[in-house]
């Protein structure tokens, strides 16, 4: 059962700074829903509360047992990811959704999670102060093959975010430096390698990406446009719902992708600054606890869910300021998408069990709360 005792130990400062994400994330959806001429705002509000339940219910079990079951997990997450292959929904040329019926579900989103929980369980299992690299190979290939089945979709972008945070957690474990050089190395020969087995439409955005003003009104349409609104928002916006490439829908994908684009041009850097200030302060707190807790295996998942949002965030601004390709990465919480409000929530949920358990774990292990993980 739920100790309600538990409840003083919960951060505050991380649920405000949520709030203000899911408050600031409705406004613009609201003003993206009257751009796209569809009332995507009250569908995003009921995954908000179906997210928050979903939260809610996460801090009623003892986060430990998910390091017990990580194998299992593991399973899950490779047959959901098979099952998309064999009976995925096909939208725009990519297969990577599954109906239900009454809703569409991308297990891609939900991958993230399960394998921060999967590595975080190898990694707690394994007490070396440092690894090198012939040590990974086995956290490796946990990785690669569900970034494969992801990237087969195709869906390069969540592929590459996984991979990303798998990066950050094996950074958080220490790898040697020299172990680090030589990924560097192996990383950046292997780009010619991945070039070759890319898609011509994903080989078509970086060259936009690189220049989009060579074609202003096919393929670097979308970058331009978003360049545009931000820059015309200047330093306090146009006002809410007064956006002029958002509103006269020249702006694309204004609930999704470009959802960053269009708060900028209605709120302006003032605003922007203050929604990537609430993120950066909602991580430091999430890093705060995950350098506070003494147990392993919850330490390494809290940063584990805490790259994978830091990570989204960077992606998604730096593709819709043109200064990386786009590559479909939501704004966490702000762009519309059941499944990514679904899967973000339950990690904040995760992160918050930690938090709420930590003290409990304390005086329990008594000076050890290190978890001792059979697989």
Known sequence: ??????????????????????????????????????????????WYIIGTVAMISSLAFDYRKLAKHWILIYCLTIAMLALVMVIGKNVSGSQRW???????????????????????????????????????????????VPTLLIVKQPDLGTGLLILAIFASMVYYARLRWTSFLIVLGLAISALPVLW????PYQRKRVETFLNPESDPFGAGWHVLQSKIAVGSGQIMGKGFMKGSQAQLNFLPEVHTDFAFSIWSEEWGFAGAIILLGIYFFFLVRC?????????????????????????????????????????GIPLPLISYGGSSVLTTLLGVGLIMNVQLRRSLFQRKDAGDSRLDIKS
Do not use: H
């Open 98 to 144: 599954i109906s239900l019926g009454f809703i569409n579900i991308q297990p891609s989103e939900f991958a993230k999670l399960l394998m921060v929980i999967v590595l975080s369980a190898f990694f707690a299992q394994d007490d070396r102060e440092q690894y090198g690299l012939l040590d990974l190979w086995k956290p490796l290939l946990l990785v690669i």
């Open 196 to 199: 070759k087995f890319m898609k």
């Open 287 to 327: 890093l705060s606890i995950a350098r506070n807790t003494r147990d392993r295996f919850g330490a390494f998942m809290v940063f584990g869910i805490t790259a994978m949002i830091f990570w989204q965030v960077l992606i998604n601004v730096c593709m819709v300021l043109g200064l990386m390709p786009v590559v």
């Open 1 to 46: 059962m739920f100790d309600k005792q538990l409840l003083r130990d919960i951060d505050w400062w991380l649920v405000a700074s949520l709030l203000l994400i899911l408050g600031l994330g409705f406004v613009n959806q609201y003003s993206a829903s009257t751009a796209a001429g569809y009332p995507f705002q009250w569908k995003q509000l009921q």
